[in-house]
């Protein structure tokens, strides 16, 4: 086995039940590090136990600094539900920050991690487009902070940061850079690390065992299975943790009951908080827009076409529909009043370009970002858009603009393609509707009816069953001074079941 780690960039959503079904496994092996000396993977490794587990030996009602947590509040640096979180965080070992998008989760973890570790230092695991946003919320809390970058500093100068920050795909460097301790790791949006054979997640595994505090981030900790949750309670030490993925399959996967159960287990472990907490918060309202059938000749032959397999038919159609949208966001672009911003999320770099080169030719100015950009332009078009009047317009991918950055500067959002699961699909609306938004946010959703868009609702719908009966469950098994704030369903949840009723 070569010596160096090999990285999947697997997308974070499941499309298999489209063409499959009955396959809870894990569709790809992938190589991992190999086993420190003398420690074979074991008869567990395939069941997600053996030298990759990690049991810090999870300890509630730990012990912090009250005082300097009210101070925060009191100068303005925390927000009362901040603080709230903050303290939930402190009181245990390891946790999950779970609150929903918007609600400033970087802001609690940097606080958290930095009162956790004391003097020690803070590793920062996250995906490579958001390294620049988690070093200025460090700044802007500690501002003479010592923040290292991985794979930019050398080994040296990191070992005299008290704060380093490194992308998922370089974490198999850190994991052989064994005299860099860190006092506490927190890792972004981790539901990144649903899948436990992928690279990635086993690195995080190797690093969670050798530090003694862990904190996962994450506004949607249950995309599709709640299997997926196991490699989360497992990065933090949670005894859910410690079994293996057919034991948890067993207790706490596959029924309302044991969704039930898996909810009452985490409750302690997760906190969860929506945007209700946020007062001053305006309304967010999701719009279907049915898209009459026409010009689908394309679609028909892709559609007909039996050479095609599953897949690279439904891609394909997918491409072909986004496609078809263009001159709808065009139009809803030349219907904007001279207030409004809106960002349009897409699903594939032509639909980027074709609405560009159409705002172009209008002379709308707009930007984009999408996944082959560097750091430096995604906070340029960024700060562009948050901050320069004549910037009508953000175009986006799903997958590069849809987690992590701030766009509250516009009031609409509108989808080029649906993403396949209503956490994503909340997720990047929320860029706009989230802490620091002063408007009302419309969300534009074209349906092409009689189409593969029907189905991708519908999918959403069952998968939705799933994210409520466990997250939202946990949500309301909070200590009773937070259950006020999430006493229902989001409205989110309860929109999503209208639009399946309309289509």
């Avoid at 070992?93 to 918007?102: K, R, V, Y």
């Amino acid at each position: 086995m070569s010596s160096e780690f090999v990285f999947v960039h697997e997308q974070p959503v499941v499309i298999e039940e489209l063409t499959t079904s009955g396959n809870e496994g894990s569709p790809i092996s992938v190589p991992a590090a190999s086993p420190p000396l003398g420690e074979g993977g074991g008869p567990g490794e395939e069941e997600g136990t053996g030298f990759l587990s990690t049991e810090h030996g999870h300890v509630d009602d730990m012990p912090y600094d009250r005082v300097a947590l009210a101070s925060l509040v009191a100068c303005g640096v925390l927000r009362d539900y901040q603080a709230e979180g903050v303290a939930h965080m402190l009181r245990q070992s390891g946790a999950c920050m779970g609150d929903d998008m918007g609600l400033g989760k970087s802001r609690q973890t940097v606080v958290a991690s930095r009162m956790a570790a004391g003097s020690g230092r803070v590793l920062i695991v996250c995906p490579a487009s958001l390294r620049l946003n988690w070093e200025r919320e460090i700044k802007m809390v500690y501002p003479d902070a010592r923040v290292g970058m991985i794979g930019e500093d050398r080994i040296s100068t990191l070992a005299g940061c008290d704060w380093v920050i490194g992308n998922y795909e370089r974490m198999g460097g850190l994991v052989r850079e064994s005299e860099l301790e860190f006092a506490v790791m927190a890792v972004d949006e981790a539901h990144y690390l649903k899948e436990y054979k992928s690279g990635r997640t086993r690195n995080v595994f190797l690093l969670a065992a050798r530090i003694e505090r862990c904190f996962v981030v994450t506004g949607t900790p249950l995309l599709n299975r709640e299997i997926e949750m196991h490699t989360l309670l497992r990065i933090t030490g949670h005894r859910l943790g410690s079994l293996t993925l057919a034991e948890f399959r067993k207790s706490y996967a596959g029924s309302p009951e044991k969704r039930a159960a898996l909810a009452a287990a985490i409750q302690g472990w997760m906190i969860r908080r929506s945007k209700d907490v946020l007062k001053d918060l305006g309304d967010k309202a999701r719009q279907f827009v049915p898209l009459s059938p026409e010009g689908l000749d394309v679609y028909k032959e892709i559609y007909g076409d039996m050479t095609l397999q599953a897949m690279p038919k439904i891609v394909r159609l997918r491409k072909c529909l986004e496609g078809l949208k263009v001159p709808y966001l065009v139009e809803t672009v030349q219907a904007m009043g001279e207030d409004d911003k809106l960002i349009i999320f897409c699903e594939y770099m032509s639909t980027v370009e074709a609405l560009k080169q159409a705002l172009a030719s209008l002379g709308v100015g707009c930007v984009s970002l999408v996944g082959s950009d560097s750091l430096k332009r995604r906070q340029a078009a960024v700060d562009a858009f948050q901050r320069d009047a004549s910037i009508k317009v953000f175009i986006g991918t799903t997958m590069a603009a849809g987690v992590g950055i701030t766009l509250t500067a516009a009031n609409i959002v509108a989808f080029a393609s649906m993403p396949w699961t209503p956490a994503l699909m909340r997720q990047a609306e929320d860029r706009a509707y989230r802490l620091g938004q002063i408007r009302d946010v419309l969300v534009l959703v074209p349906i092409i009816q009689g189409t593969i868009d029907e189905g991708v609702l519908q999918q959403q719908e069952n998968k939705h069953t799933t994210e409520i009966e466990v997250v939202e469950a946990a949500k309301k098994a909070l200590p009773v001074q937070q259950r006020a704030a999430v006493e229902t369903v989001p409205d989110e949840a309860r929109e999503e079941v209208r639009a399946l009723e309309y289509a």
